[in-house]
């Protein structure tokens, strides 16, 4: 059974920094792209970034540029996502997922998806 196990989020305040993680099990997590989402309340599902199977590549929403910082490690079957200067804005709950998919989709299509985890910034 394939599991993505969202954690990291938390309170913050505004110019802080948080790093989420994303744990994977149930699959050859280097066969995958990894992603990160964001839902606030009222609002839909939206790309934040994302990473290609081999590490070579990344690709990020504008709003995130410079801020955020996605990686991984293979060998501990895990993705981050690292979030500095944080914004009320970014309040949301965050989602990992995976897929085969080309880097730059940013589409909700894809194959697991996380749990979420809450962040919430404040100002």
């Known amino acids: 059974q394939v599991q993505l196990v969202d954690s990291g989020g938390g309170l913050v305040q505004a110019g802080g920094s948080l790093r989420l993680s994303c744990a994977a099990s149930?699959?050859?997590?280097?066969?995958?792209?990894i992603r990160w989402f964001r839902q606030a309340p009222g609002k839909e599902r939206e790309f934040v970034a994302a990473i290609t199977w081999n590490d070579r590549d990344r690709y990020y929403v504008d709003s995130v540029k410079g801020r955020f910082g996605i990686a991984r490690d293979n060998a501990k079957n895990t993705a981050y996502l690292q979030m500095n200067s944080l914004k009320p804005e970014d309040t949301a709950v965050y989602y990992c997922?995976?897929?085969?998919?080309?880097?730059?989709?940013?589409?909700?299509?894809?194959?697991?998806w996380g749990q979420g985890t809450q962040v919430t910034v404040s100002s």
């Open positions: 149930g699959l050859t997590f280097s066969n995958y792209n």
């Open positions: 997922a995976a897929d085969t998919h080309p880097l730059r989709d940013t589409s909700s299509l894809v194959d697991y």
